[in-house]
T-cell receptor
């Protein structure tokens, strides 16, 4: 049973608008949550993370929100750029080494 | 700095053959990981090593063995490959710190016929 789920396999957004990617999890023991970005034929690259004791973390155009009561995580990208087009994975970790990844959302930012 | 390197990039095996996927990192990280990525499944953790000399099972360890040869290198071995092991394999290493940021290699695309 998947502990981390991304229910939207794809998302299409106009350049300059906001992209919102969502992630749900089931295990309340997760310590950290992370977002990764992946281009074809490359390994994932880290974007942003949030500790389970916080509800928001911001880094430039990227903001991650955590709603622990709903076991829900979201990544906001504002403004979206064509170079943001990629697959985005959310991940959750507990015991600092056990990582669980969602199945990914493919973001397409249209010029 | 090469970061995380993986060899080979591509491999085709016949059912029952064995092979070892190599991974090395030059960032002096303590923790290293092996994942597989299948369509629609995201990345699933096979094994990890929190430090040199230790290894632990992840979510999908069956059919695999690992060796943490030293701090830099973490190898994944398939003793008797099966078609179900056709996948893209990623190695990663991680920083110890609040972000738990992992750095990934470029992946090995393995096909088992």
């Amino acid at each position: 049973d998947q502990q981390v789920k991304q229910n939207s396999p794809s998302l299409s957004v106009q350049e300059g608008r906001i992209s919102i990617l969502n992630c749900d999890y089931t295990n309340s023991m997760f310590d950290y949550f992370l977002w990764y970005k992946k281009y074809p034929a490359e390994g994932p690259t880290f974007l942003i993370s949030i500790s389970s004791i916080k509800d928001k973390n911001e880094d430039g155009r990227f903001t991650v929100f955590l709603n622990k009561s709903a076991k829900h995580l979201s990544l906001h990208i504002v403004p979206s750029q064509p170079g943001d087009s990629a697959v985005y994975f959310c991940a959750a970790v507990y015991n600092f080494n056990k990582f669980y990844f969602g199945s990914g959302t493919k973001l397409n930012v249209k010029p | 700095n090469a970061g995380v390197t993986q060899t080979p990039k591509f491999q085709v095996l016949k059912t029952g053959q064995s092979m070892t996927l190599q991974c090395a990192q030059d960032m002096n990280h303590n923790s290293m990981y092996w994942y597989r990525q299948d369509p629609g499944m995201g990345l699933r953790l096979i094994y990890y090593s929190a430090s040199e000399g230790t290894t632990d099972k992840g979510e999908v360890p069956n059919g695999y063995n690992v060796s943490r040869l030293n701090k830099r290198e973490f190898s994944l071995r398939l003793e008797s490959a099966a078609p179900s092991q056709t996948s893209v394999y990623f190695c990663a290493s991680s920083v110890e710190g609040p972000n738990n940021e992992q750095f990934f290699g470029p992946g090995t695309r393995l096909t088992v016929l």
